[in-house]
């Protein structure tokens, strides 16, 4: 492949050299955060890993929190962290910038993290309840029968 700028990243990839954007690590996408942000997302991940069993893991531009299933990622911005946690129904607070239904039974809360003070309850609180819920097994419906007509 010819030299081109990776549509991903926006890297420019010289011919024939080797590029993987995609696989990146926590370390790479929290490096460059100031002070406040570091002491932040540190407060944000020793709180979630007292939580239990889990995976963390660094995909694409976004850490990811999962059991099972992922229960929040956090996207590390310029100025804030922007969390984003999966709820079984929708939270009303001060906190949440945006909440958005993902599937019919998931409703993920976006909440902009500035400073480490900003970890603590109710944000710690609905973390705890999302990595509960992701566990829970999801009722299943039965499907509509359909009945012949005569």
Do not use: N
Not at 53 to 63: F, L, T, W
Not at 91 to 99: C, F, G
Not at 112 to 141: G, K, M, N, S
């Amino acid at each position: 492949m010819r030299a081109h700028e990776c549509h991903h990243c926006k890297q420019w990839i010289e011919e024939g050299e080797a590029h993987d954007c995609w696989t990146t690590t926590e370390a790479a996408l929290t490096e460059d955060l100031s002070d406040d942000l570091r002491e932040a997302w540190e407060r944000l991940r020793e709180s979630v890993v007292e939580f239990g069993d889990q995976r963390i893991y660094a995909s694409g531009k976004a850490i990811m929190f999962a059991r099972r299933v992922c229960y929040a990622f956090v996207r590390p911005k310029r100025s804030f962290l922007e969390l984003v946690v999966f709820l079984p129904r929708a939270v009303r607070s001060a906190q949440v910038r945006r909440v958005e239904r993902t599937t019919k039974s998931k409703v993920a809360h976006t909440i902009p993290i500035r400073h480490r003070d900003e970890v603590e309850a109710p944000i710690t609180d609905w973390l705890r309840q999302a990595y509960d819920f992701c566990e829970a097994p999801t009722p299943r419906t039965q499907p509509a029968r359909r009945t012949r007509r005569s």
